[in-house]
């Protein structure tokens, strides 16, 4: 069965658009896709997909076609939204064509309406894509790919009257931006603004006296509103205190989490490593890695990963693999920069170089697959991280110098 049938959002099949294209101009929009976004097919065939015909198409790990708008759609729900998405079975349903996509998606109970959010996915009758970002007018950024009917990848603005789906699929919506702490030369916390696509939007000043914080570590909501909090251990006396979030970039009173940690030199939300619930890595100054549970009410379940190591800076990068637990980006005192996976028993498997001439600051993990670092000129800028290499510069703000991402 063929997983899709048309493009460009037409409710009709016009079989005549789904001539072959000759192979270069089949490869130039994955690979795009893969030097760009971790697509993993960059050399999919562009494969004749007409009703009931099917040549040279082939598997991907999701089950749905290489190179075609499912497939860049599967990917996107699984690496960008974190969800175990496979198109011959995800919620006891067979997606399969994106045709079918809007009647399996309300049969497993996810909402199918005209509402655009960031990660929902644009559903037309023969057509899919991936909402990247919803502009304040109300237009709509979507990726897409075989928009063209020959592996065509790109990024492309709809809005009501122009491509505009049949439906927008809500398989898990994301926040339309992402709160970023900063700290300034002087010690003054600001609230920043990222987009899904675009500059980094400088906020109000929520904080002073943070210069006496070190290892500032934003953390993805542990107190259950949604929003992050931070850990931060206080220069003075070693104390560990967790700020939680207060809405609006706003932080609510510390408290107290913990004590000893001036021998800490490195520390890092590790999101999901075991799985199951939220960790946090630390990296001692006697190069010993370990890592602990954190909840509202603290650190707790302080297990080691490496008696010793040569870590310089360490972030959670997320889930890189798609195995359902977080792996970890680490820049060595050799300048190599690691990816280790995790195992399913939350420690830490063999790791791959994915540079070997790369030296950082700090490292900062936004959302999956990516991190962000301040660089010497003061740039604030997005890397993206496939499973065997760094891909994508994007500077998204500059004039930085001195200053602290958290």
């Avoid at 920043?192 to 500059?199: E, F, I, K, L």
Wanted: glycine share 12%; hydrophobic share 35%.
């Amino acid at each position: 069965m063929p997983l899709r049938t048309a493009a460009l959002g037409l409710s009709t099949i016009l079989a005549a658009s789904c001539l072959a294209a000759p192979p270069a101009h089949a490869a130039a929009g994955t690979q795009t896709a893969w030097a760009n976004e971790g697509y993993p097919y960059p050399s999919a065939s562009d494969c004749v997909e007409t009703p009931g015909v099917t040549t040279g198409c082939i598997y991907d790990q999701w089950h749905a076609y290489q190179g075609q708008c499912v497939s860049w759609v599967a990917h996107r729900l699984n690496t960008v939204s974190g969800l175990r998405y496979d198109n011959h079975s995800y919620l006891g349903q067979r997606f399969g064509s994106a045709n079918n996509w809007g009647t399996a998606a309300s049969r497993a109970g996810i909402p199918v309406n005209m509402t655009p959010a960031r990660g929902a996915v644009a559903w037309y009758n023969y057509h899919a894509a991936f909402v990247e970002y919803v502009n304040p007018d109300g237009s709509v950024v979507v990726s897409e790919m075989n928009y063209d009917n020959h592996n065509g990848f790109r990024y492309v603005t709809i809005k009501p009257g122009y491509r505009w789906p049949k439906g927008f699929i809500h398989f898990k919506d994301l926040p339309n931006q992402r709160l970023q702490y900063r700290i300034d030369p002087v010690g003054a916390l600001f609230a920043d603004t990222v987009p899904a696509r675009g500059a980094l939007r400088r906020g109000p000043r929520v904080g002073i006296g943070w210069e006496k914080m070190g290892l500032v570590t934003q953390l993805d909501d542990i107190t259950g509103d949604r929003l992050p909090d931070l850990l931060a251990r206080r220069n003075s006396d070693g104390l560990l205190f967790l700020y939680p979030s207060a809405g609006g970039g706003r932080l609510g009173p510390k408290r107290q989490v913990g004590s000893g940690w001036l021998s800490v030199r490195a520390l890092t939300d590790a999101g999901s490593m075991r799985g199951s619930g939220r960790q946090v890595v630390a990296v001692y100054t006697s190069g010993e890695v370990r890592q602990f549970s954190v909840s509202r009410s603290g650190l707790s379940g302080m297990r080691q990963l490496a008696p010793t190591s040569r870590w310089t800076t360490v972030t959670g990068i997320d889930d890189v693999t798609q195995d359902g637990r977080t792996d970890l980006l680490v820049n060595i005192s050799d300048k190599k920069l690691l990816r280790y996976p995790s195992t399913a028993t939350g420690a830490l498997g063999r790791p791959t170089v994915v540079s070997s001439d790369y030296r950082i600051g700090q490292l900062v993990s936004h959302e999956r697959g990516r991190f962000t670092v301040v660089t010497g000129t003061g740039a604030l800028a997005t890397r993206t991280v496939t499973a065997s290499r760094i891909t994508n510069h994007t500077v998204i703000a500059t004039g930085l110098a001195g200053h602290r991402p958290a």
